[in-house]
């Protein structure tokens, strides 16, 4: 298909696809005359997948671009591509170094990931990322031990176990192997987001609010 | 304490502190000579709930001005607070109006809402989120269905049910209710999140790796 023809079945305008094809993230079309490329259902899939990680996952062009080489480098194994799509989606890691409250809750999360007995990277930056949520919620005053966060933990595994992997393990070829994961880990932690505030309000109607979702009159 | 303390205590830069009184966010503290203002607890609780909605939940200043204005009016019920968290934190709403796609997802996040006996107002963004999700998830061929995303629901609610909402109960004062509220919603959101993440990764471990959390030499 032509150019005009690929945005009106993904619904993503010509400038942009001209875009992506600049910036590398949509390979080239196969050159068919001077001013004229061919385009096919790869090129449909890999669009979907940028909008996907654009539109719902909200990474940034350039975390992006790192997430489709990884799934496009045939040497890299399933793991090594989630890696590199968790390390794209973490927000910079913020260690404070020297600072001894930073250091406390960066050996507080080591300590809960090690006793849930969960094989991580030294170096991931999740790590990092659970130091950061441990630290604020000791400033704020909140629980912030490793048994306090334990229920998100559990919560966590056994969604991942129970669903997600199977998920992926079923996929049939690499890339759709590889699609269904990084997919897995951006959209469905967006899923489970918006279900946890979903939950939430529903929650809260019934303690503080009237049955209908609207606040009570004060 | 003086500004100087303030900024000590909390480890804000003073120049940002003043960035807060000015914006708002931070209310003036005590006025003692022509340009001498003492601090107390309260600027200090509000600091750290500040630099929680800014470094964690990643929330804009604008966002976070909404959120402390709730927070403030003694008007407004828990579930009135609540619903201007989940609103600020929402990302924008995408509805695409006049879209048969659009509206076939929409229609499914709201009957996945009411097949869960969910009260969740008509208008809250999150059904727009959650639409949006199931839209990106089919355009990419994976399963969309309420049916689907059931495993989300549920892990969500249990956890709101069985953890969330019960701290939220267990809080002292209004302040500190509210404060629960808002840091639960946004911070525990991260914690949920980061949590699948080092899940899916030791997972990955065990199923794709060698076992070291590194991947296999190809």
Redesign the interface.
């Known amino acids: 298909m032509r150019i005009s023809q690929l945005s009106a079945a993904s619904g993503v305008p010509i400038p942009t696809i001209k875009y992506y094809l600049r910036e590398g993230l949509l390979p080239a079309g196969e050159q068919t005359a001077a001013t004229r490329a061919e385009y096919g259902e790869r090129h449909l899939r890999r669009l979907?997948?940028i909008?996907?990680l654009l539109?719902?996952g909200?990474l940034p062009i350039a975390a992006i671009r790192k997430v489709l080489s990884a799934v496009d480098d045939p040497?890299?194994?399933?793991?090594?591509v989630?890696?590199t799509a968790?390390y794209a989606?973490?927000?910079t890691a913020?260690p404070h170094p020297g600072d001894d409250r930073w250091s406390e809750a960066r050996d507080r999360a080591d300590r809960m990931?090690a006793g849930?007995g969960?094989?991580?990277?030294?170096d991931?930056p999740?790590?990092d990322?659970?130091a950061?949520?441990m630290l604020?919620?000791g400033?704020?005053g909140?629980?912030a031990t490793g048994e306090a966060?334990l229920?998100?933990?559990e919560?966590?595994?056994?969604?991942?176990?129970?669903?997600?992997?199977g998920?992926i393990?079923a996929s049939g070829t690499r890339e759709e192997a590889v699609?269904?994961l990084v997919?897995g880990?951006v959209?469905?932690?967006?899923?489970?987001?918006?279900?946890?505030?979903?939950?939430?309000?529903?929650?809260?109607?019934?303690?503080?609010?009237d049955?209908?979702?609207?606040?009570?009159a004060?």
């Not at 040497?75 to 090594?80: K, N």
């Not at 969960?118 to 030294?122: E, G, I, N, S, Y």
């Not at 919560?155 to 992997?165: C, K, N, P």
């Open positions: 979907r997948l909008r996907a539109e719902v909200r040497e890299l194994s399933m793991h090594q989630l890696g968790h989606i973490a927000p913020e990931i849930l969960w094989r991580v990277d030294p991931a999740t790590r990322e659970l950061q949520a604020t919620l400033e704020l909140m629980p966060l229920p998100y933990a919560a966590a595994m056994r969604l991942v176990s129970e669903h997600e992997i998920t393990r699609q269904a997919v880990t959209v469905h932690g967006r899923v489970l987001d918006v279900m946890r505030r979903l939950a939430q309000e529903s929650a809260s109607a019934g303690i503080f609010g049955g209908t979702g609207k606040a009570p004060p």
